[in-house]
């Protein structure tokens, strides 16, 4: 098992920026690679960003590109997502999430094994 805690969401204006955090712990070197998606509501969750624990290319949706960056600090197990220039329709619930197996870096919900509680993210006008 894997645990996953998020931290870092709050009330940010437009044009802000904010820094979400996701811990890991647990089988923590069962885990290859971790995303991040968001919820709106009433909308599904999507996907937003995902990283290797290993290094590589990171991947991010096209609507987050160029404003939000992912990173990791192994040495911490833990994933950063650094979200820019913020706008009201980033609002939403950020979750992080943790897969196993290796391969392309996975961006559908249903891909991945472990997820944490969310964290929300408000993004005033």
């Known amino acids: 098992q894997v645990q996953l805690v998020e931290s870092g969401g709050g009330l940010v204006q437009a044009g802000g920026s904010l820094t979400l955090s996701c811990a890991a712990s647990g089988r923590t070197f069962s885990s290859n690679a971790m995303g991040w998606f968001r919820q709106a509501p009433g909308k599904e969750r999507r996907f937003v960003a995902a990283?290797?624990?290993?290094?590589?290319?990171?991947y991010l949706v096209d609507s987050v590109k160029g404003r939000f960056t992912i990173s990791r600090d192994n040495t911490k197990n833990t994933v950063y997502l650094q979200m820019n220039s913020l706008k009201p329709e980033d609002t939403a619930v950020y979750y992080c999430a943790a897969v196993g197996r290796p391969g392309p870096l996975p961006v559908e919900v249903r891909e991945y094994d472990y997820w944490g509680q969310g964290t929300q993210v408000t993004v005033s006008s």
């Open positions: 990283i290797r624990w290993s290094g590589g290319p990171t």
